[in-house]
């Protein structure tokens, strides 16, 4: 069975607090790929990344980077220099490559004050 | 990116009445979207995967009577919530697998609906 956990309900930091989101997931397979949403408010979905099981290197995109560590079956992420705008909940997901259905974990909330 | 969009992005009705939803991807065709359903402050959780032209298949716990689903043509499932009740008020969001790109999902910007 898949499962997605983002142990952290809420997270608050201070603007420009370095903040990390931890996210396990659990497969059997050994090929699937991992997914970063932001709902905003509004609650549309924005897209961060997808990363593929095969693929371990870390990620860094402007203040945002990824950690995937397959021992610890754990993809992290990470906003530096964090934000008001960074606001929002975060979603992990899993996807197993022989299925298209995501997987999401239940959630992490972030809340950036000035 | 690709587009989906829904519509309406809100709607209220009356205990009872059916509600229709539409999903379409804009600019490339879909054979799969799903339909998910996410209760505030929870997560997303499918409801449904929609093939063109075959019967839509439900998880676990979703009424396929209640829950109807059509995806009658590549850019368009719909889902309608018939004789909707006030624990069906949630926020509906489809996304849509191009046809042209297996690895790739995308979302539409969601459907709020309040039954009262």
């Known amino acids: 069975a898949q499962k997605v956990t983002q142990a952290q309900t809420e997270i608050s930091v201070v603007e420009k607090e370095d903040v990390t989101l931890d996210c396990v997931y659990e497969?059997?397979?050994?090929?699937?790929?991992l997914f970063w949403y932001k709902q905003p408010p509004s609650g549309e979905l924005v897209f961060l990344i997808r990363?593929?099981?095969?693929?371990?290197q870390n990620e860094i995109s402007g203040r945002y980077s990824w950690n995937f560590q397959k021992s610890t079956s754990s993809f992290n992420f990470t906003i530096t220099a964090s934000q008001v705008v960074d606001s929002a909940v975060y979603f992990c997901?899993?996807?197993?490559?022989?299925?298209?259905?995501?997987?999401f974990g239940t959630g992490t909330r972030l809340l950036v004050s000035p | 990116g690709a587009v989906v969009s829904q519509h309406p992005s809100r709607v209220i009705c009356k205990s009872g009445t059916s509600v229709k939803i539409e999903c379409r991807s804009l600019?490339?065709?879909?054979?799969?979207m799903f339909w998910y359903r996410q209760f505030p402050k929870q997560s997303l959780m499918l409801m449904a995967t929609?093939?063109?032209?075959?019967?839509?298949?439900?998880e676990q716990g979703v009424e396929k009577d209640k829950f109807l689903i059509n995806h009658a043509s590549l850019t368009l499932s719909t889902l309608t919530v018939t004789s909707a009740h006030p624990e069906d008020s949630s926020f509906y969001i489809c996304?849509?697998?191009?046809?042209?790109?297996?690895?790739?999902?995308?979302f539409g910007p969601g459907t709020r609906l309040t039954v009262l």
């Open positions: 990363r593929n099981s095969f693929d371990e």
């Open positions: 497969t059997r397979d050994t090929t699937y790929y």
């Open positions: 600019d490339f065709q879909a054979t799969t």
């Open positions: 929609s093939n063109e032209g075959s019967k839509a298949t439900y």
């Open positions: 997901a899993l996807r197993n490559t022989g299925f298209q259905k995501l997987v």
């Open positions: 996304s849509a697998i191009p046809e042209s790109s297996y690895n790739e999902q995308f």
